[in-house]
C-alpha cells in the first residue's frame, strides 16, 4: 500500500474537519462485521462540504495520473465511492462505470452499470478499505467482466494487515490518500485526543478482533 505523508496529513485533517471521521475511545462502534471499534469512517460525509471533496477530487485524480498513467475507465464501488468516482472520471475526462456488491435481482441483473469495455485499462475508486474483502470482490467483478484493473485507490485505509494480504493475492496494487497512523497523528497535533487516547487508539489496530472484548 502506498501513500504519499504530506497529502496523507492534509487528508486526514479533512476527513476530521468534516467528522467524515469519528474517534472515541470510551464508547466505540459496532461495525457490520461485529468489530468493536474506536473509529468510524463514513466518506460520503465529506460530499457535503465543496472544498473538501473539491480536494479530494483533486488528489485522487493526481495519483491516477502518478501511480496509473495509461488509465481508460475509472470504476466506483457502490455505494460510496459512486459520488467520489464519478469527480474523479470528469476531473480526467474519462469514462465511468460503478461495481454493485451483487447483481440486481431485477431488470438486466446488471452488477456493473455502465458500459463494459473489455480489456481497457480500469482503476478502481474505494471510500475505505478496511479488510478489503468487499474491495477486492469489487476487483473481481470487473475483472469477470472484462476490464483490465490496473489498481486501486482508496481515500482512506486502516492500514490493516488483512487488506494488505488481500490486496497482494489479488495481484490488485492499492494506493490511498491517507490511512489510519496517519490520522493518529493528525488527530493529536490537532489536539484532537490526548496521548493517552493516541495509545488505546493505536491498540486497535493491532488486534481489532480482540480490541472490544
Known amino acids: 500500500m502506498k501513500c504519499d505523508s504530506e497529502v496523507a496529513r492534509i487528508i486526514a485533517s479533512l476527513l476530521l474537519q468534516s467528522k467524515a471521521i469519528k474517534l472515541n475511545v470510551e464508547t466505540p462502534f459496532t461495525w457490520a462485521s461485529g468489530i468493536k471499534s474506536p473509529i468510524y469512517c463514513d466518506n460520503r460525509q465529506t460530499l457535503s462540504y465543496p ?109 490493516l494487515p488483512e487488506a494488505d494480504q488481500t490486496m497482494a493475492e489479488n495481484h490488485c496494487e492499492l494506493v490511498t490518500l491517507s490511512n489510519y497512523q496517519c490520522l493518529l497523528e493528525t488527530a493529536l497535533q490537532e489536539q484532537r485526543i490526548s496521548q493517552q487516547e493516541l495509545e488505546l487508539l493505536a491498540k486497535w489496530r493491532e488486534d481489532p478482533y480482540a480490541w472490544g472484548k
Open 51 to 159: 472544498q473538501v471533496r473539491r480536494q479530494i477530487a483533486l488528489q485522487l485524480s493526481a495519483l491516477v495520473k502518478r501511480f496509473f498513467a495509461d488509465a481508460q475507465v475509472i470504476a466506483g464501488v457502490a455505494t460510496g465511492a459512486i459520488a467520489h468516482g464519478i469527480l474523479v472520471a470528469e476531473e480526467l475526462g474519462l469514462p465511468f462505470v460503478y461495481v454493485r456488491d451483487a447483481p440486481k435481482g431485477h431488470g438486466l441483473g446488471n452488477q456493473i452499470e455502465g458500459r463494459i469495455m473489455p480489456r481497457e485499462k480500469t482503476v478502481v475508486i474505494e471510500d475505505l478499505v478496511s479488510t478489503g474483502k468487499s474491495s477486492i470482490a469489487a476487483v473481481k467483478a470487473l475483472r469477470e467482466t472484462g476490464f483490465d484493473v490496473a489498481g486501486m485507490l482508496a481515500i482512506f485505509s486502516y492500514g
